[in-house]
Structures are given as structure tokens and as C-alpha cells.
């Protein structure tokens, strides 16, 4: 099958006029922004997710992490791309190296704003166990342990998540509880909302919410028990 995206294509100081936004690396409506001092661009849903999985993590992990490379343009993939290497041998690498794969232009997860490189063994780590829970994924290529895949919402997924991705995204929840007590004619209504939650963070908020309010209640009853008492003195 012939490449979308040849040697001449790249060879345009901008390759994209050829091919809108039909192709990675030419996208617009990117979310930019930060976590921790580390800056991204990716496609809302994965920037959205980014952001929820570095509030998950241990602070240690947090100091840890850095991100080097997010969304990247097609010049620069056509540029990092050793086209003399690869009409040799048919072989994909970084240009500049003896070895190092990359992506032929125009398909790059990086370019579709659904790919993280980063640095530092333990946060490589903690995302290898953890971020398939916020939809980033490790292993699609199994030789780079910095390069992170986003295998959720959005288009353009890549078709091999469902393969590498360690398990499934983790489904958030918009709750409302409502809890009443009615305590000697009185009553006491508290209404909690849990929103944007995965089904495990919904339970821990929940009963960390419910054990504050029984508290609460268990107070009140002592309350007005001393006040029965007081009146029963006065009268």
C-alpha cells in the first residue's frame, strides 16, 4: 500500500496544505496545558484524562514524571524520519540512530494527539500499572518504555489498544445521595453529588461523606438529649 505521505510530500516547508487534517500531525483544536511543570498538547479526552491520572498519583510519582515529547507536527515527524534508511531497507527509524523506530509521516499516534514520551523510570512504572485506568496505555512499542498511548474516547484510536492496553478504561459516574434523619419531629436533610468519578472513587467518597454525617447525627441525638434533661431539671 502506498504511503500517504511520501519523501516529496515532506520535502513542502508545510506538508499539511496537501492534506488538511486527513492525516496525523495536521490537526487543530488541541487542548494545551500543564501538570505539575510539565506542559502537553493532546486531543481534549486525552488531555482531560492526562490531568485526571496526575491527581491520582503519589506525590512522589508527581515530582517524578517528565514529559518530552505530546503532539507533534508533521514536519517534524517528516523531519526525524530517515527516508535514505528507509528506501534501502524498507525499515522505519529515527534519523540519527542506529535503530531507533518511528513512525512513518501521517501516522504517528503522536500526530493525532493520542501519544505521551516520558522520562523517569518511576512514573514510567506507576502509568505501565495505572494509567490504563484513565485510558493511557504502555506497549505499542514494546522497545520504548517512554512512549504512553491514549486508548481513550476520541477518534483515530489506534486499532492495536485493545491488544497492548493492560485493561479497560474505568467508567466514570454522576451521582446524587440524599440522606434524611428526622430526629423528635426535626428533620435533617443533607444531599450529597459525586460527579466525574470512577466507580471505586464514588464508594471511598461516599462512605467518607456518610461517616462524617453520621457523626453529625450522632451529635445532634446528644444534644438534644442534654436538652431533655435540662427541662426535665427546670420543670
Given amino acids: 500500500m502506498a504511503m500517504k505521505v511520501n519523501r516529496e510530500a515532506c520535502s513542502s516547508s508545510n506538508p499539511c496544505s496537501q492534506f488538511g487534517s486527513d492525516v496525523s ?4 483544536n488541541l487542548k494545551t496545558g500543564s501538570v505539575g511543570s510539565n506542559k502537553y498538547t493532546l486531543i481534549d479526552s486525552a488531555a482531560d484524562d ?7 498519583m503519589p506525590e512522589d510519582v508527581k515530582k517524578n514524571l517528565k514529559i518530552s515529547d505530546s503532539y507533534r507536527p508533521l514536519k517534524i ?40 514520551d516520558l522520562s523517569a523510570k518511576k512514573a514510567q512504572d506507576w502509568i505501565r500499572d495505572n494509567g490504563y485506568k484513565f485510558g493511557w496505555c504502555w ?21 492495536g489498544c485493545s491488544k497492548f492496553c493492560k ?3 474505568e467508567t466514570k459516574t454522576s451521582q446524587t445521595t440524599t440522606t434524611t434523619t428526622t430526629i ?16 471505586s472513587e464514588a464508594k471511598s467518597k ?6 462524617k454525617k453520621s457523626k453529625q447525627t450522632d451529635e445532634l441525638n446528644e444534644n438534644v438529649a442534654r436538652i431533655k434533661e435540662i427541662i426535665k431539671k427546670i420543670l
Avoid at 139 to 159: D, I, M, R
Avoid at 184 to 195: F, G, P
Wanted: hydrophobic share 25%.
Fill in 25 to 28: 500531525g495536521c490537526m487543530s
Fill in 184 to 199: 423528635n419531629s426535626s428533620t435533617l436533610t443533607t444531599t450529597t453529588t459525586t460527579s466525574s468519578m470512577s466507580s
Fill in 167 to 169: 485493561g479497560p478504561k
Fill in 77 to 116: 515527524q517528516c523531519n526525524i524520519f530517515d527516508w535514505d534508511h528507509f528506501e534501502k531497507t524498507k525499515k522505519r527509524r529515527k534519523k540519527g540512530t542506529s535503530g531507533v523506530p518511528v513512525a512513518t509521516p501521517g501516522s504517528s499516534n503522536h500526530g493525532w494527539g493520542r501519544a505521551l
Fill in 139 to 159: 506497549g505499542e512499542v514494546k522497545s520504548e518504555p517512554w512512549h504512553f498511548t491514549y486508548c481513550g474516547e476520541g477518534e483515530n484510536k489506534s486499532p
Fill in 206 to 211: 461516599f462512605f467518607n461523606i456518610f461517616g
Fill in 50 to 56: 492526562l490531568e485526571a491520572m496526575y491527581e491520582a
